[in-house]
T-cell receptor
Framework: GQQVMQIPQYQHVQEGEDFTTYCNSS?????IQWYKQRPGGHPVFLIQ?????EVKKQKRLTFQFGEAKKNSSLHITATQTTDVGTYFC??????????FGTGTRLTIIP | DVKVTQSSRYLVKRTGEKVFLECVQDMDHENMFWYRQDPGLGLRLIYF???????EKGDIPEGYSVSREKKERFSLILESASTNQTSMYLCASSRGLAGNYEQYFGPGTRLTVT
């Protein structure tokens, strides 16, 4: 079936360090979404990327969609304790549903 | 404020029991989804519905069924619960086709089958 690989599974960083999570697909995506799930919470939508090579920023978060529309990344600059949680990519392969990555759990060392 | 509610936060059932998980959204969304979330596996789609009385299988429909009699309500049914269905169940809704619109999630139901 259609799958999207997300790495790393875990990331521990010192507060103030940067963080990146990556999603990769073997097939071209229609678009990709990113979600954040705080500990004990539910996934919350962050952003959607549609165009080849698209880059979007939300304050310290930078989202990229690859030129071939097969990969995407989320980069957080200068992490803060409020960034703690699990980040999921969710890929649209052109059908009616999203396929979620396995998530990257980010923990911050104060 | 958009809202998706689920009937229970925690549920404990015995093997073989019939289990109903209810989800209600107040956003007049066409599409509703049921996922299960397990450590290391992310969110996996069980079933989704794009209209009243319509349903489509997701990636892991075995052992589950769904019902959508009203637009705002989507139910997940475990006909005969088994221990491997112990999981966190998340309901979501979206305005249009998934992938084109953001999904709004409920708080989740943590189901334990003993």
């Amino acid at each position: 079936g259609q799958q999207v690989m997300q790495i790393p599974q875990y990331q521990h960083v010192q507060e103030g360090e940067d963080f990146t999570t990556y999603c990769n697909s073997s097939t071209t995506l229609s678009n990709i979404q990113w979600y954040k799930q705080r500990p004990g919470g539910h996934p919350v939508f962050l952003i959607q990327l549609v165009k080849s090579g698209e880059v979007k920023k939300q304050k310290r978060l930078t989202f990229q969609f690859g030129e071939a529309k097969k990969n995407s990344s989320l980069h957080i600059t200068a992490t803060q304790t409020t960034d703690v949680g699990t980040y999921f990519c969710a890929a649209n392969f052109g059908n009616e549903k999203l396929t979620f990555g396995t998530g990257t759990r980010l923990t911050i060392i104060p | 404020d958009v809202k998706v509610t689920q009937s229970s936060r925690y549920l404990v059932k015995r093997t073989g029991e019939k289990v109903f998980l209810e989800c209600v959204q107040d956003m007049d969304h066409e599409n509703m989804f049921w996922y299960r979330q397990d450590p290391g596996l992310g969110l996996r789609l069980i079933y989704f519905s794009y209209d009243v009385k319509m349903k489509e299988k997701g990636d892991i429909p075995e052992g589950y069924s769904v019902s959508r009699e009203k637009k705002e309500r989507f139910s997940l049914i475990l006909e005969s619960a088994s221990t491997n269905q112990t999981s966190m169940y998340l309901c979501a809704s979206s305005r249009g086709l998934a992938g084109n619109y953001e999904q709004y999630f409920g708080p989740g139901t943590r189901l334990t089958v003993t």
